[in-house]
């Protein structure tokens, strides 16, 4: 996964995300500043969007190389944030929504046709070229945005 900040009139930065691997202090900052636990609610919300969420992720990596940076001075556009997917990160979303107890099959449905989108969005990104997709059929150096951003 990565987090993409364009800021308007400025350059954009990215960063990749592996939500299992911030340090403590950090976790710990951005469960004071969205008020959810980091290890479950906190990842979920992120994942679907919230504002919140999106916000204390991008305080704590841009705070890693602004370290005064206060929380209250993070501001920005909607469309200026973007959580991106790779192709390996959709389809664990995905085998984990066909999987997942207690959603009507509709809401499944609509889903999963989400989430294959999403797929086909990236692998039709890494092209034709045969060394961008695994005997999967998986291309993971490629990333599909999603719905956050």
């Not at 969007?49 to 890693?64: Q, Y």
């Not at 959603?103 to 889903?111: D, K």
């Amino acid at each position: 996964m990565r987090l993409i900040y364009r800021p308007d009139g400025q350059p954009e930065q990215a960063w990749p995300v592996n939500l299992g691997r911030f340090r403590v202090a950090e976790c710990e900052a951005i469960e004071r500043r969205t008020g959810l636990p980091y290890g479950t609610e906190y990842k979920t919300a992120l994942l679907k969007g919230a504002t919140a969420p999106r916000r204390a992720l991008l305080w704590t990596l841009l705070r890693r190389d602004h370290h005064t940076l206060r929380f209250e001075d993070v501001d920005f556009y909607d469309d200026e944030l973007q959580l991106v997917f790779d192709v390996d990160e959709l389809r664990e979303m995905r085998d984990a929504t066909a999987e997942a107890p207690g959603i009507g099959e509709s809401e499944r449905g609509q889903a999963l046709a989400a989430l294959d989108a999403e797929i086909d969005a990236a692998l039709a990104a890494a092209g034709d070229d045969v060394d961008q997709v695994d005997g999967g059929g998986k291309a993971p150096s490629e990333t599909s945005p999603t719905a956050t951003g």
